[in-house]
């Protein structure tokens, strides 16, 4: 199970992302109102991508006795419509070990097989939102 939590930082926009003891600055860039300290959510979704895949590489790297020197992964999309969605999510990966090339590139298109945050976005995990508590200033 994962349990994460976003809480902003002292009234400002800028928020913190937590999940256990590791944690990320989340943020909106300063010309639409931020801090622009963080990354923002789509920017989030993409490095989920990102790094799912590059987690994903050594785990399946180390199972078949590859060691990988060099794992660099790129994601790239967009957002449009109203409300914004994503348009889709491109990754990319440059990767180096001590296998030959077909291994490796074999390697890749498992990963991309198997990958559990690019296969969730796939398949249309479900999202939901699950309750809400309101306080006021006075509070």
Do not use: W
Request: with cysteine.
């Amino acid at each position: 199970m994962f349990d994460v939590e976003v809480r902003n930082v002292q009234g400002a926009v800028t928020a913190i992302g937590a999940a256990g003891p590791f944690t990320v600055v989340i943020d909106r860039p300063q010309a639409v109102g931020g801090g622009g300290l963080g990354f923002n959510g789509g920017e989030l979704l993409h490095l989920a991508v990102a790094g799912c895949i590059s987690n994903d590489l050594f785990r399946e790297a180390d199972g078949r006795g590859i060691a990988l020197t060099r794992v660099v992964v790129t994601a790239d999309g967009q957002f449009g419509g109203d409300p914004a969605v994503s348009t889709g999510i491109a990754y990319k990966v440059e990767v180096s070990g001590d296998a030959p090339v077909e291994v490796l590139r074999d390697l890749v298109r498992h990963v991309d097989e198997i990958a559990e945050i690019p296969n969730s976005l796939r398949r249309g995990t479900d999202v939901r939102l699950a309750g809400v508590t309101v306080h006021t200033s006075d509070n």
